[in-house]
């Protein structure tokens, strides 16, 4: 089946820093993306649909100053926290649309954010 | 609005048992919906959905939408199907968003 890469899988990072993550198609190409984010023992709330050559669309509530998402390329998608703080420590988990007719989402593995 | 409700944190049977994870939704229109599984250690990955009306692994889950029900089930569990279940709701318009239930964890005991 289709694989999504999502890097890094766990990054500690100072409060006030900026964190980027990457999640990719490595074998089809995503027209659309998004970017879950996962507190411990709760389900998946969506943050943004990333579309590949346009603005991503954020979800109610999500910052967009705050979760930069950025969709250069059919095969990539970046999802950058700035000036990160403590409250925004969450697993960060992408997934990838493949766009053919039989269209299937696939998951990346996860980022696990800790904000000190 | 749409939403997705699992009402069971945790499921914990005995091998052999038959398995129930409930699933509810509320939507307008007419639903897509899936289930989607998550193993120890693993990413999440689908498990099946209802308009492809199959069977994967021995679970089946039919569409009512007289209840507004899509539950997971299987007839005898094994102790491999011990993981993490989310049922899912895909969302109004073409984006292809999914809308997650709070999710179930399924513990088969030997």
């Known amino acids: 089946g289709a694989v999504v890469s999502q890097h890094p899988s766990w990054v500690i990072c100072k409060s006030g820093t900026s964190v980027k993550i990457e999640c990719r198609s490595l074998d089809f190409q995503a027209t659309t993306m998004f970017w879950y984010r996962q507190f411990p023992k709760q389900s998946l709330m969506l943050m943004a649909t990333s579309n590949e050559g346009s603005k991503a669309t954020y979800e109610q509530g999500v910052e967009k100053d705050k979760f930069l998402i950025n969709h250069a390329s059919l095969t990539l998608s970046t999802l950058t926290v700035t000036s990160a703080h403590p409250e925004d420590s969450s697993f960060y988990i992408c997934?990838?649309?493949?766009?053919?007719?039989?269209?299937?989402?696939?998951f990346g593995s996860g980022t696990q954010l800790s904000v000190l | 609005a749409q939403r997705v409700t699992q009402p069971e944190k945790l499921l914990s049977v005995f091998k052999g048992a038959p398995v129930e994870l409930k699933c509810n939704y509320s939507y307008s229109g007419s639903p897509e919906l899936f289930w989607y599984v998550q193993y120890s250690r693993q990413r999440l990955q689908l498990l099946l959905r209802?308009?492809s009306r199959e069977s994967i692994k021995g679970f089946t889950a039919d569409l009512n939408k007289g209840e507004t029900s899509f539950h997971l089930k299987k007839p005898f569990a094994q102790e491999e199907d011990s993981a993490m279940y989310y049922c899912a709701l895909k969302g109004s318009g073409n984006t292809g968003k999914l809308i997650f239930g709070q999710g179930t964890t399924l513990q088969v005991k030997p």
């Open positions: 209802h308009i």
């Open positions: 997934s990838a649309r493949t766009g053919r007719k039989d269209e299937k989402l696939f």
